[in-house]
């Protein structure tokens, strides 16, 4: 019988899983899940050795039905294997409930040096090429020796793994394929942490990504000296419902730790040791280690992921370029940060998908993609790209990805507001000027909320289109579908009285003004919506390295390029094509100074005014490249 105190741990850990995380881990509750889960599991607590003698807590699921073999789905988390007690079960188990039903080992594990496992926590730990003795560990050897020891030690396995994971326990499943043990046979990283400086959670293109990170990293930061059930506090100390207000009142970069993380938040301290694209960050992305990848692989990714849309396209597009010999699949479809565990997923905010794309991914895909590599069912047949077509809202599939019969096009600024694929030839005008105070930023969304939500991936865009220091481009009506499926670059020419600026550019569907009101959120008025499709910000001193920043010259035009990640989008005949362009998304994204300094380091005198010029004259033509499609 374990004491009140345990008690109180074990429901603390349980706490942890539905604050931080949380479907990064586990689908929804479902009652009748947690019922059929107690009745046809076994649970086993085991703390398992490593290479070098650090024993890592893992929890293993056993089917109760022995009368046959099973293999074992191995999952890797930093946000607490949980609940902790043999009597205390999950309420649901694996990637969906559909995988408990169907029959599986299922094997959970703290990653080294959080919650009760031992051993050091290293965020995104780097991978060791050439390991020299037993002390040379990372996160592929860790699974590996776990990998081993499960295959050796749980009675009535198969002898076949398969890892999965979402979000940082997507960064470990990628792990796991790295000098990949002969028994993993499949793995699918969903929405995988995969470089934090490029494009996932931490920052995009260099620009830091404040909101998500100061929140997430006051817990997930702070210091665990001994192995617990439980996670450090969550920050709470806003004083305000609204985080403009809060992170506006927070001033430069450096009071955060001044006020609040008072030394001790390590990760945090990493951060703002590394405003460049130093050794530090390079060595944690597992991108340049995707070689000789054994077990068959599914990528997974939501276009409306808010935290990591880059790290599925970049894994992918990894393992895909040094030609696997194993199978290599990508499945995008129209969701946010790992909703896609549950739900049926017919919309999101004002916008509907007109099909149930949930419950179509975890039978049709993801449980077929498993159980052929893992219990020798049929193949499924999988394309290599199953992606989702946002605005006709179809399942697309494809021999590649991006589709090579995509042809790449550009959508060119004019003056006048005006967007069109044809280049600009001679504008009475050769550009577009607009003063960005970082005293007055431009709100990343018109909600007055204090946690940054998901809602901003695909929110209506007006709100940002009547400031002054937003430029707005748009197409006339457009008379035809436009498909755009593939890469976005953005392609600035622009100049500006300070040093350093960012840039933020949005790809928005503009409905007509007669759209039908068929939002899923009573009383929506949907004529003349400004759906968000994309947007993606650049700190322009990266614009020629992101190792070796570079000060904007005053006045000076200026190519400033970015990778805007990937999308897939109709734009259906009837509506328009828009773009922003605009220079702060805050609280998204801290505050660029506008002069040249560490950001990290700033202080308020930094932070000017200054006026940016956005061109679009013959030679030096703003423009958003895109990859079109012939609609169907």
Same mark, same amino acid.
């Given at each position: 019988m374990k004491s009140l105190a345990t008690k109180t741990y074990i429901l603390s850990a349980a706490v942890s899983m539905l604050s931080f995380g949380t479907l990064a881990q586990k689908p929804a509750q479902n009652p009748d899940d947690a019922i059929y889960i107690t009745a046809h599991y076994t649970k086993i607590e085991k703390l398992v050795p490593m290479r070098d003698g650090v024993k890592l807590f893992t929890i293993i699921y056993v089917p109760k039905d022995k009368t046959k073999k099973y293999p074992i789905l191995y999952n890797r988390t930093p946000y607490s294997a949980g609940p902790y007690g043999a009597e205390f079960y999950k309420t649901s188990l694996g990637p969906s409930i559909v995988f408990a039903k169907?029959?599986?080992?299922?094997?959970?594990?703290?990653?080294?040096?959080?919650?009760?496992?031992?051993?050091?926590?290293?965020?995104?730990?780097?991978?060791? !090429?050439?390991?020299?003795?037993?002390?040379?560990?990372?996160?592929?050897?860790?699974?590996?020796?776990?990998?081993?020891?499960?295959?050796?030690?749980?009675?009535?396995?198969?002898?076949?793994?398969?890892?999965?994971?979402?979000?940082?326990?997507?960064?470990?499943?990628?792990?796991?394929?790295?000098?990949?043990?002969p028994a993993l046979k499949a793995a699918s990283p969903q929405a995988p942490v995969t470089d934090w400086?490029?494009?996932?959670?931490? @920052?995009?293109?260099?620009?830091?990504? $404040?909101?998500?990170?100061?929140?997430?990293?006051?817990?997930?930061?702070?210091?665990?000296?001994?192995?617990?059930?439980?996670?450090?506090?969550?920050?709470t100390a806003y004083g305000t419902p609204d985080a403009y207000e809060f992170y506006k009142n927070l001033g430069p970069l450096k009071n955060a730790d001044e006020r609040y993380f008072k030394g001790k938040n390590l990760i945090w301290n990493e951060m703002m040791d590394n405003e460049n694209y130093s050794e530090f960050w390079k060595s944690?992305?597992?991108?340049?280690? %995707?070689?000789?990848?054994?077990?068959?692989?599914?990528?997974?990714?939501?276009?409306?992921? +808010?935290?990591?849309?880059?790290?599925? $396209?970049?894994?992918?597009?990894?393992?895909?370029?040094?030609?696997?010999?194993?199978?290599?699949? %990508?499945?995008?479809?129209?969701?946010?940060?790992g909703s896609w565990t549950t739900g049926n997923n017919e919309s999101l905010g004002n916008v509907r998908f007109h099909s149930e794309t949930g419950p179509y991914y975890r039978e049709q895909i993801e449980l077929a993609f498993f159980n052929h590599y893992l219990k020798g069912t049929a193949n499924p047949e999988l394309p290599k790209a199953t992606i989702f077509e946002t605005g006709s809202n179809q399942w697309k599939k494809y021999a590649a990805w991006p589709p090579p019969e995509a042809k790449e096009e550009r959508l060119y600024f004019h003056a006048g507001g005006k967007l069109s694929f044809e280049a600009p030839a001679k504008d009475t005008k050769e550009y577009d000027e607009f003063i960005s105070d970082p005293q007055n930023p431009v709100p990343y969304t018109n909600a007055i909320r204090i946690d940054r939500g998901s809602d901003y991936m695909y929110e209506d865009q007006r709100f940002a289109a009547s400031r002054p220091d937003v430029l707005v481009y748009q197409t006339p009506i457009l008379e035809n579908d436009v498909v755009i499926s593939g890469h976005l670059l953005a392609d600035l020419f622009v100049s500006t009285t300070g040093t350093d600026a960012d840039f933020v550019v949005k790809l928005i569907d503009v409905y007509p003004g007669d759209a039908p009101d068929d939002s899923p959120v009573a009383g929506t008025k949907m004529g003349g919506f400004q759906q968000l499709v994309r947007g993606e910000v650049m700190r322009s001193?990266?614009?020629?390295?992101?190792?070796?920043?570079?000060?904007?010259? !005053?006045?000076?035009?200026?190519?400033?390029?970015?990778?805007? +990640?990937?999308?897939? @989008?109709?734009?259906?005949?009837?509506?328009?094509?828009?773009?922003?362009? +605009?220079?702060?998304?805050?609280? %998204?994204?801290?505050?660029?100074?506008?002069?040249?300094?560490?950001?990290?380091?700033?202080?308020?005198?930094?932070?000017?005014?200054?006026?940016?010029?956005?061109?679009?004259?013959?030679? +030096?033509?703003?423009? %958003?490249?895109?990859?079109? $499609?012939?609609?169907?």
């Open positions: 169907d029959g599986y080992i299922f094997v959970y594990q703290d990653v080294r040096g959080r919650y009760m496992s031992e051993g050091e926590f290293v965020a995104t730990r780097p991978y060791i !090429p050439n390991k020299k003795g037993k002390t040379a560990v990372d996160e592929s050897s860790d699974s590996y020796d776990t990998i081993d020891w499960l295959v050796k030690n749980v009675e009535g396995n198969n002898g076949k793994v398969g890892t999965w994971g979402i979000s940082a326990p997507g960064f470990y499943t990628t792990m796991t394929t790295i000098d990949a043990h400086f490029m494009g996932d959670d931490r @920052h995009h293109n260099g620009a830091f990504f $404040l909101m998500g990170t100061f929140s997430f990293l006051a817990y997930y930061g702070a210091p665990r000296p001994e192995p617990t059930p439980n996670h450090a506090d969550r920050f944690r992305t597992p991108v340049p280690h %995707l070689k000789n990848i054994k077990p068959a692989v599914m990528t997974v990714g939501g276009w409306f992921d +808010q935290e990591d849309l880059y790290g599925p $396209l970049k894994t992918f597009a990894g393992i895909e370029k040094n030609k696997p010999a194993a199978p290599n699949y %990508l499945v995008m479809g129209p969701w946010t940060h001193k990266f614009r020629n390295s992101f190792s070796e920043p570079e000060a904007m010259v !005053p006045g000076a035009v200026t190519e400033v390029k970015f990778d805007m +990640q990937d999308a897939a @989008h109709c734009f259906k005949k009837g509506h328009k094509i828009m773009v922003q362009v +605009q220079s702060s998304w805050f609280p %998204l994204v801290d505050r660029n100074p506008q002069t040249f300094v560490n950001i990290y380091k700033a202080t308020e005198a930094d932070f000017q005014k200054a006026t940016h010029r956005v061109y679009f004259k013959n030679g +030096q033509a703003s423009s %958003l490249k895109v990859s079109v $499609l012939k609609a169907d």
